[in-house]
Structures are given as C-alpha cells and as structure tokens.
C-alpha cells in the first residue's frame, strides 16, 4: 500500500463530493471557532464570574468543539464508505441520525487520555500511543465496533502500517490543530466572532476536510487489508 494511492483516492472525494465534504467543514470549524471565541470574549471581558465561571464556559467550549469534530468525522466516513466503497449515499441528515455519536465522543476522550499520559511520560510514547489508536474513531462508523473493540481494532490495522500511518495521519493531524489554533481572534479583531467563523471554516475546507478524508480513506485501506490476510474468527472484536 502506497502513501500516493490513498492521497489520490481521498482527493478524488474531495473533487467529486466537494459541498458535502467542503461545505460541512466550512460550517463545522467555522461554527467551532465562533463558539470558542465568544467563551473567550465572556471570560476577557468578565461576563462569568471567575474561577468557576471560567472554567465552565472553557470546558462548556471544549465539549462543544469536540462535538463538531466528531460529528465531521462521521460524516467523511460515510461519505468515503459511499463514494469508494459502495455504501448507501446518505444525506447530511441521515448520517445524523445513524452515526454512533455517544461512542465517538468517549472513543475521542480515550485517545486524548491515552495520548496526553504518553506525553506526560515523554513525547515519543505520546505520538506512538496517539498513532495505534488514531483510527479508533473511523473503526467504530465503518465496523460498527464499541469503544474498547475499536482501540483494539484500530492497534491491530496499524500496527503493520505503523510509518504510513504516522506519515498519512499523525502528522498532518498535528499540523491541522497548530494551523487551526494559531489564529487568536480575540486578540487580533474587535469584533472576533464573524472573522473566527470565516477564517477558520476556510481553514476547515482546505485542511480539515483533506487530512480528515486521508485518514478515513487510510482506515478504510488497512481494515480490507487486514481483513483478507485473517481467519474470519480473529477478526471478531
């Protein structure tokens, strides 16, 4: 399996589905910006009571951002399953109700625990902890998995593909978060809601929507090459 094929495969996504995939990067990172900006204008200008009122509003934004997230990567796994594989072509309100949001956000929790005490004990246990486990979430939508079943899962696809895996996933995923946080909107605009919404939903279509579709493409490669060199019974979660 080539870096070049599943680059090429998800590019094609992107061409041939580009509002479904474009445009709901463009609402989602937008809309997750907006709301962290205005958690950060309610706290710089003391709207909430701190300490308490702080790390409310922060944690409320948090969850929020996460939820956007996740609900994307849902949607690009469903889109991928449709355009390359075969899958029913849902639409946008359909994926809605069928993805496993409850076991998405928990498998997303995990990942950022176990990557987090990875690099609490040094950065290289961090990004290989965070690599393993970094198709957990695509695991759950296309194999239908639980959370537990879909880190073992998401370990046993990688672990042969281990540097392809870093290069086509971890590493544009580190980019994507040091792009899309490196914009202070609060700092740079008066008025930072319309710009955070804009910039960053441009940000989303260009970089989210592609290092989101290579990992989904990615999984979808490493789970069929898993599948044809097991025994049916090892695949079992």
Do not use: C
């Not at 109700?97 to 040094?122: I, N, S």
């Not at 960053?200 to 090459?225: C, D, W």
């Amino acid at each position: 399996m080539l870096a070049g094929d599943v680059i090429r495969a998800a590019l094609r996504t992107y061409r041939e589905r580009f509002w479904r995939v474009a445009g709901t990067a463009f609402v989602v990172f937008g809309v997750v910006a907006t709301v962290d900006a205005f958690a950060t204008v309610l706290v710089i200008d003391r709207h909430v009571s701190r300490p308490v009122g702080a790390a409310v509003t922060s944690a409320a934004s948090a969850v929020f951002s996460m939820a956007g997230v996740v609900v994307y990567a849902g949607i690009l796994d469903k889109v991928v399953g449709a355009h390359l594989h075969g899958h029913p072509d849902l639409s946008i309100s359909e994926i809605r109700k069928v993805l496993p949001l409850g076991r998405l956000a928990a498998a997303d929790v995990v990942l950022a625990v176990v990557t987090l005490a990875g690099l609490a004990v040094f950065v290289v246990p961090g990004v290989v902890a965070f690599t393993f486990f970094s198709l957990v979430g695509p695991v759950i939508t296309i194999e239908d998995r639980s959370v537990g079943s879909a880190l073992r899962r998401s370990w046993q696809v990688v672990r042969p593909h281990f540097w392809l895996t870093l290069l086509l996933v971890t590493i544009p995923l580190q980019v994507e978060e040091a792009v899309l946080h490196a914009i202070h909107y609060t700092d740079i605009f008066q008025h930072p809601l319309v710009p955070a919404f804009l910039v960053n939903g441009l940000l989303g279509m260009v970089i989210g929507s592609l290092v989101g579709l290579v990992e989904v493409v990615l999984a979808y490669e490493l789970i069929a090459a898993d599948v044809a060199r097991r025994p049916p019974s090892v695949l079992s979660g």
